[in-house]
């Protein structure tokens, strides 16, 4: 997951430092356009959020385990 967030933010990084010119951010930007609606993208993605549905339930059943009684 880390892996995916430190992509994300360095291709935003790259789109919005870049001193190519618009050409190139259009060139990202039609890649990413292409790349968004890849079948496989989007199962990558769908498993990605899955597992961190998991791991929020986990984290809250956790701490409501663990709170003090009010």
Not at 5 to 32: H, K, M, N, T
């Amino acid at each position: 997951m880390a892996k995916l967030s430190f992509l994300a933010g360095f291709g935003a990084g790259y789109v919005l430092g870049s001193r190519a010119g618009r050409e190139r951010y259009e060139q990202i930007r039609r890649a990413w356009d292409h790349a968004k609606d890849d079948p496989r993208l989007q199962s990558i993605a769908g498993m990605a959020q899955a597992k961190a549905d998991d791991a929020v339930s986990t984290l809250k059943a956790q701490l409501g385990n663990e709170a003090p009684p009010r």
